[in-house]
């Protein structure tokens, strides 16, 4: 591009906004600019200026008061105010998360903000409002542990799973938590109940965590944990009941536990209920209903540009001893449960709110211990 060049500056009486004096005259590419002010477009005309844009990593490092650009990761124009660069008034910005990226679907680009590590964080909004889609996962309940010479411990219900489309995002401060999904049950010959996960939370919104699993007794069992969605019973008692609470801006999903069988033979005998996931209750096998205690099924969202299913329930566990029963499956990041004699509940994933898989129980003293339930998941995502 050729150097524009000036002939000639003389004061005027410049147009409100205009950055350089009036001028008379000037050259560009050897054709006459009547206006600079007008040419530039800040003094009434159809032109524009065009300021330095690059990335947030291309910031000037050592910036000085007045500095303006175009931050092309944010999409947004920004100053350096002599503390930090901070976005134009009635543009918005947020800053926050543990990863932070853009893709595109579709034509829309779209910016992420990703919150996976347990503790308390923030994101910060300035600027106007904006229509963002908010996932939050709470964290998944513990299966039981599988006792000697009883039955199948029950699976962890998964964590509350809440999602708000085009939730209008004002500036300000917004507390972010990811909470610890609940330790499976242990126990040596005894019983022991799955841990209740913990909550996952955004600003004023909570996801409840999921409930923790029972575990099984010839004395009587042991009931399922309330929660997000309810963790599974061992033989027969009652199973966990899903709790969250109801809020306007965001759609709830939450189910119930299963009821483990207390039947000594025949189809499911022994084996632990299933956790309650997102999209549906967790499988009962109590008096023949089915064979294995599944966990529910959770529910899926491509809010960070790829498609992955949260908050599945934890599968319940089997009974080994004589009757070789089957451990119930889980799905959705939900662990499943113990296979035959004294198998340990598996782990549900981090970062799905899935509950964990019961332990089995075993005709010996062997304990098949319950699965941790995973870890949630806060997600904030908007266009740009």
């Known amino acids: 591009m050729a150097d524009v060049t000036i002939s000639q500056l003389t004061p ?26 007008l040419a530039l477009g800040v003094g009434g005309g159809t032109g524009a200026i065009t300021i330095p844009a690059g990335t947030t990593a291309q910031r000037p490092s050592s910036p000085v008061v007045g500095m303006l650009r175009f931050n092309t990761t944010l999409n947004t124009f920004e100053g350096w105010n002599g503390i930090q660069w901070a976005p134009f008034a009635g543009t918005f910005n947020a800053t926050g998360g543990d990863e932070t990226y ?10 992420v903000h990703k919150f996976t590590s347990i503790g308390s964080s923030s994101l910060l ?25 009883s039955y199948g411990a029950a ?58 699993g029972g575990s099984g007794t010839a004395a009587g ?37 299963g009821r483990g069988a207390s039947t000594l033979t025949g189809t499911g005998a022994r084996t632990g209920g299933g956790g309650g996931g997102a999209g549906g209750s967790g499988t009962t096998t109590e008096s023949g209903a089915a064979a294995t205690g599944n966990g529910g099924p959770g529910r899926t969202y491509d809010i960070t540009g790829t498609s992955i299913c949260y908050a599945g329930g934890g599968g319940g566990g089997s009974y080994g001893a004589n009757i070789g ?12 449960g113990g296979n035959k004699e004294g198998g340990a509940g598996v782990s549900a994933t981090v970062n799905t709110g899935g509950g964990g898989g019961g332990g089995s129980a075993t ?14 998941i806060v997600v904030v995502r908007y266009t740009i």
């Open 155 to 212: 699976g962890g219900g998964a964590g509350s799973l809440l999602y708000g489309a085009n939730y209008n995002l004002t500036a300000g401060l917004y507390t972010v938590v990811v909470g610890t999904g609940g330790s499976g049950g242990t126990g040596s010959s005894t019983i022991g109940a799955g841990n209740n996960g913990g909550n996952s939370s955004f600003g004023p919104f909570i996801a409840n965590g999921g409930g923790g």
């Open 363 to 376: 005709g010996s003293s062997t304990t098949g211990v319950g699965g941790n339930g995973g870890s949630g």
């Open 102 to 111: 853009n893709y595109s679907s579709g034509g829309v680009t779209f910016r």
């Open 325 to 336: 029963t089957n451990p119930g499956t889980a799905t959705c990041g939900g662990g499943a």
């Open 221 to 257: 069992g042991q009931a399922g944990k309330n929660g997000g969605s309810g963790g599974g019973s061992a033989n027969g008692t009652l199973f966990g009941a899903a709790t969250q609470t109801a809020y306007t801006e965001f759609l709830s999903y939450v189910n119930n536990g």
């Open 125 to 149: 909004v300035s600027g106007a409002d904006k229509a963002v889609d908010i996932l939050i996962v709470g964290d998944g309940g513990g299966g039981g542990s599988g006792a000697s010479s």
């Open 12 to 37: 005027g009486t410049p147009s409100t906004g205009a950055l350089l004096p009036y001028s008379q005259s000037g050259t560009t590419n050897s054709s006459t600019v009547a206006n600079i002010g």
